[in-house]
Structures are given as structure tokens and as C-alpha cells.
């Protein structure tokens, strides 16, 4: 059994930045526990598994620990695979069906457009043990429906941001959004995406995040579409536009690999 294999770097136009995932293409069923060890191997923040469906692609993503339900720079990668491999034509939508319901993604241009769901934050009251894992004072704490989101004035406090990866692990949430204003007038705001809990501890670039920061960053500026800039040390840039309870993130893509599974 030989089974096509890609890395991609999504959120970014150049290689070795922005966020790398692998893309598996399946001919059929696999095991959960077989996906679970290649994505071990693989060894980056998520590997996708895409398999043909008679109506657009099943869409599973796994981290090196566990199974995850939501991923757009995996999504991307994918979606870049498919289309520039040959496998589907670049001007047909992609139709993937998710752990989080059937997420399109449309080509237009150079950028690729993820229609995700809109995950809101509410303010919430953090718990002690995740302002002392983080190590800094945000001006902002909520909590959204996979993560908590902490604010800071400036771009420097995001900059600065060093947690405690082990304490941090244990916080009970998906993973951590800090956030702030861009210094960049070329950025409306930068973040960082922390996720210890799913043995990524700093995800390079999270498109997942943005559905988030879309909704946070429109209710204080009332802007509805914005540039954001990850700082990870990787970087990357995506683009976000609110579409009532949905969210289209925009970002661009480049193999990097090419392979198979043997």
C-alpha cells in the first residue's frame, strides 16, 4: 500500500515559514490508531487525512497526541494539495466533511478561502493557574467555545510572552490566544497560539484561532475583515472577513514536499 503524501507550508507565500502540516491522501478507510502513529511521525503541529467521498473529501486532523476537531492551516494545505497536484480542478470548489460539519474552500486568485464556522469569545474570569503559567497581565481574559483568548495593550507585551509550558499544560482548554494591536500598519492585529495540552506547545500559525480573533477585534473596532499576523517565529499572515455566524479566512500556501507512504 502506497499512499500519496505532501508537506505544505500554509498561511504563507514563501517556504519554511508559516505553519507546515502533512497531507495524506487515503484510497480507503483507515484505522483512527494507524492515522494517530503517522501523525506521530510526522511530528508537525497537524497532519490531514483526506479520503474521497462520492460528494467532496472526509477531513480528519491529528496533532502528534490526538485527534482535533477543528484546523484551518491543515485545511488549507489540503485543499493546496488537491488542487495543485492535479486531483481536483484549482477552479472547482472543495467540499470536506469535518469533524465540525462540511467546511468549503474556494480559490480566488492566490489566496485560498476557508468557510469556517464563527467561534465567539465571552469575557470570563481565568483561572489562577493560567495568568501564572502565562507569566504576564493581560488587559482582556474570555473565554471562547475551544480556548481562552488574553488581550494585551501592545504588540511588544504578545512579543514578550514566555509561559510555562508544563504548568500550562494543565489548564483545562484547548489552547491559548494571546492577543493585541499590530504596530505594522499592514496588520490589524498579531497573536500567538499556545497548546501544550495537544503536544503543540507555540502552534506557529493557527487559522482555527482567527475564528475567534475576528469576532473579538470586530466588537472593539466594528470592522468586519481584517490582516492578521501570527509572531511565532515562523510567522504568518491571514486574512479574516466575518460572514454573519461564519468566518472566511484567506491565507496562501506552498509544497515543500513531495512522497508517499509505504
Not at 29 to 49: C, H, I, P, Y
Not at 210 to 229: A, D, E, I, N, V
Request: aromatic content about 8%.
Amino acid at each position: 500500500m502506497r499512499i500519496p503524501c505532501w508537506q505544505v507550508d500554509a498561511f504563507t507565500n514563501q517556504r519554511y515559514a508559516g505553519n507546515s502540516a502533512a497531507v495524506c491522501l487515503l484510497n480507503g478507510k483507515m484505522e483512527t490508531d494507524w492515522m494517530q502513529s503517522v501523525a506521530r511521525e510526522m511530528n508537525l503541529s497537524e497532519t490531514s487525512f483526506v479520503r474521497p467521498l462520492e460528494e467532496g473529501f472526509e477531513l480528519r486532523w491529528f496533532t502528534p497526541l490526538i485527534e482535533v476537531d477543528l484546523c484551518g492551516h491543515a485545511t488549507l494545505a489540503a485543499a493546496h494539495a488537491l488542487w495543485t497536484e492535479g486531483i481536483v480542478d484549482p477552479g472547482s470548489p472543495l467540499r470536506f466533511h469535518t469533524r465540525s460539519g462540511w467546511l468549503t474552500c474556494t480559490r480566488v486568485g492566490r489566496l485560498i478561502e476557508l468557510d469556517f464556522p464563527a467561534l465567539p469569545v465571552t469575557e470570563s474570569t481565568p483561572p489562577p493557574e493560567l495568568l501564572e503559567a502565562v507569566g504576564a497581565a493581560p488587559v482582556f481574559v474570555g473565554r471562547t467555545p475551544c480556548d481562552y483568548l488574553l488581550a494585551f495593550e501592545d504588540e511588544s507585551a504578545v512579543r514578550a510572552v514566555k509561559p510555562d509550558f508544563r504548568r500550562l499544560s494543565q489548564v483545562q482548554t484547548r489552547g491559548i490566544i494571546v492577543t493585541a494591536p499590530s504596530d505594522d500598519k499592514r496588520f490589524d492585529f498579531v497573536s500567538r497560539f499556545f497548546a501544550p495540552a495537544l503536544g503543540v506547545d507555540e502552534d506557529p500559525v493557527c487559522g482555527s484561532a482567527h475564528c475567534s480573533l475576528g469576532p473579538f477585534w470586530s466588537g472593539r473596532t466594528g470592522k468586519q475583515s481584517f490582516t492578521g499576523h501570527q509572531i511565532s517565529e515562523r510567522g504568518g499572515v491571514v486574512h479574516v472577513r466575518l460572514n454573519s455566524d461564519r468566518i472566511i479566512l484567506s491565507g496562501e500556501a506552498v509544497t515543500v514536499l513531495r512522497g508517499e507512504l509505504v
